[in-house]
């Protein structure tokens, strides 16, 4: 399987099993899109006549020789071969978990899945020590031979229950040597509630931290609100600012989304940007079509225009030494996830798993609140092994819409939690986020090529007919 797309002056073919990326010319573009594997050692007839209206049959003929060759070689045109993996897609230990340390938060963001706090219980509350330490005692158990494990602190707002934070950090810290175990902290924000001891605190704690805000003070403020109604931005902005010129090197991302309402949302990437942030992510909010905040199939047009013109500007900045990390067009074509984690995604339900304040075990945040997805609890530390086997085998290679799709193994699927809410399966997966994160895709692959050609000196030629670079006189040649 292939994708070929042309972006920003390149002709790009994407190898889908291999990971081979080709930049070609037009004619290498036009015949190697329209051939159908396994290709014979002669171009067929019909597309060569076809083409030959366009280009002379002798350069057809040797540019066939090259598509055949990468063929031959693996790189073009590959097989899937991943079914070979299938035997591994099975139950593995548990090594991450979601802490809901607090089903409650200070503000009231239109959006929020989790109900503004209180994930559709109807009532709020904050996990106790003793859950907490209960928790920490499970994942030790669940996790098995697993050394590395990782706790993210969620809310609604963890730091509305701060203390008792700090106090599973310490029981688990307490826990490491005994158990031969490491663990990675992370927390998500709002930052409401920062001040200088609890940065102190995250900075030194926290493996990576997540700062909550939209963007523009405007975009912000009309859908992340206070209790009262007022906005949150010109209170968050200096904490967060704070937090992370104190950080160091520390791993941090501030994370918006955006919605109907800024469909611009480039400008408040680079507005971040422009705070001091160099490690930002803004996603597209997923939520029911019929909210008016919600992002819908008339919108797609607007976002595809709107991630082109993110990473062209993306581009510029970091050819001019300025350039910062937008978290969803990171992509390393070189070395990248495995194969389990390609076809497995988040191992949400199997390897990670979420504990709400009350001890209950779930396969992710998103699930907590829907009882009939309940894995287990903390105090019994048995977990529900047919939901287990369940999430296990939900791979690409079980996601039938997902074999023929050309991005399925960078998405692995799409989230299962979201497939289940607006598919109702979680092998389904949710076409509107599957058409955004191939967009993402393209764009962060171009991004890639451009910057390895422009480190080459090969970056495309302004072409001879238009006076521009429109891919006439691109590269010709792959890489695996």
């Known amino acids: 399987m292939i994708h070929g797309y042309k972006q920003n002056g390149y002709n790009i073919i994407l190898d889908v099993n291999s990971g081979g990326v080709h930049v070609v010319d037009e004619l290498f573009y036009d015949l190697a899109t329209g051939l159908t594997p396994p290709l ?5 007839p019909d597309l060569l006549d076809r083409l030959a209206r366009q280009y002379a049959r002798e350069e057809l003929e040797e540019a066939y ?3 055949l060759e990468l063929y031959r070689g693996g790189t073009l045109y590959s097989e899937d071969d991943y079914g070979r993996f299938q035997s591994l897609m099975t139950v593995s230990p548990i090594k991450a978990m979601c802490l809901h340390i607090s089903h409650d938060c200070n503000l009231r963001c239109q959006y929020c899945f989790a109900g503004t706090g209180d994930f559709g219980t109807g009532h709020r509350m904050e996990m106790s020590e003793e859950v907490g330490k209960k928790a920490i005692d499970f994942l030790l158990a669940q996790s098995q031979g697993r050394r590395n494990l990782e706790v993210d602190f969620f809310g609604g707002e963890p730091l509305l229950n701060f203390e008792v934070v700090k ?7 307490s826990k490491e040597q005994a158990h031969g175990k490491v663990f990675r902290f992370t927390i998500t924000t709002n930052g409401m509630l920062l001040d200088d001891g609890k940065i102190d605190f995250l900075n030194r704690e926290m493996s990576n931290i997540v700062l909550s805000i939209d963007g523009r003070r405007e975009v912000n403020d009309r859908v992340r609100s206070r209790v009262n109604g007022d906005g949150c931005y010109d209170a968050i902005l200096p904490k967060f600012q704070r937090l992370v010129q104190r950080r160091g090197d520390g791993q941090y991302y501030v994370r918006g989304t955006f919605t109907k309402y800024n469909l611009d949302f480039a400008q408040d990437v680079l507005h971040l940007n422009a705070c001091g942030f160099d490690q930002v992510s803004v996603e597209p909010v997923v939520a029911d079509p019929a909210q008016p905040y919600a992002l819908t199939q008339e919108d797609l047009p607007a976002v595809a225009r709107e991630y082109e013109r993110l990473a062209l500007e993306l581009l ?10 937008f978290f969803h067009f990171m992509l390393d074509l070189d070395q990248g996830p495995c194969a389990i984690k390609r076809l497995r995604g988040c191992g949400a339900g199997n390897e990670y798993c979420a504990v709400t304040p009350d001890g209950e075990v ?3 945040h998103q699930f907590v609140g829907h009882p009939q997805w309940k894995m287990g609890d903390v105090f019994t530390g048995q977990v529900d ?5 369940r999430f296990a085998a939900a791979t690409v290679l079980g996601k039938e819409e997902c074999r023929s799709c050309w991005a399925k193994f960078y998405c692995s699927g799409g989230c299962n939690a979201n497939n289940q809410t607006y598919r109702g399966d979680i092998l389904k997966p949710h076409t509107l986020s599957c058409e955004m994160e191939k967009k993402r895709l393209e764009c962060a692959i171009m991004m890639k090529v451009a910057l390895v050609e422009e480190q080459s000196g090969t970056a495309p030629a302004d072409c001879e007919h238009c006076g521009e670079a429109c891919g006439e006189e691109v590269l010709d040649y792959a890489r695996a």
Do not use: M, W
């Not at 106090?167 to 810290?173: E, F, L, N, P, T």
């Not at 510029?316 to 990390?325: A, L, Q």
């Not at 092994?385 to 086997?389: F, V, Y």
């Open 362 to 364: 779930y396969p992710c």
């Open 40 to 44: 014979a050692p002669q171009c067929p």
């Open 65 to 67: 020789g090259e598509i």
């Open 316 to 325: 510029e900045r970091k050819r001019s030494g300025h350039g910062f990390n």
């Open 385 to 389: 092994q047919t939901l287990k086997e």
């Open 167 to 173: 106090k599973i950090v310490d029981y688990a810290r």
